[in-house]
């Protein structure tokens, strides 16, 4: 698939790229359930809540 998109070789900063675009996809999937009152992530939330403010 890199290939395709990179016909030219892989930049070195591909691995880096493609996990931020991860980690956006996997941010927004939670905040469109949470969103939509997705039940398990609502008991979820204040252990996110903690675990982020102690990074």
């Excluded at 890199?2 to 900063?13: K, S, V």
């Excluded at 691995?15 to 039940?39: K, Q, V």
């Amino acid at each position: 698939m890199l290939d395709a998109y990179f016909p030219a070789g892989i930049p070195d900063d591909a691995p880096s790229h493609l996990a931020n675009h991860r980690l956006l996809y996997i941010l927004l999937a939670l905040m469109w359930e949470y969103e939509c009152g997705g039940d398990w992530l609502h008991e979820r939330v204040p252990g996110i809540e903690a675990a982020l403010a102690t990074t």
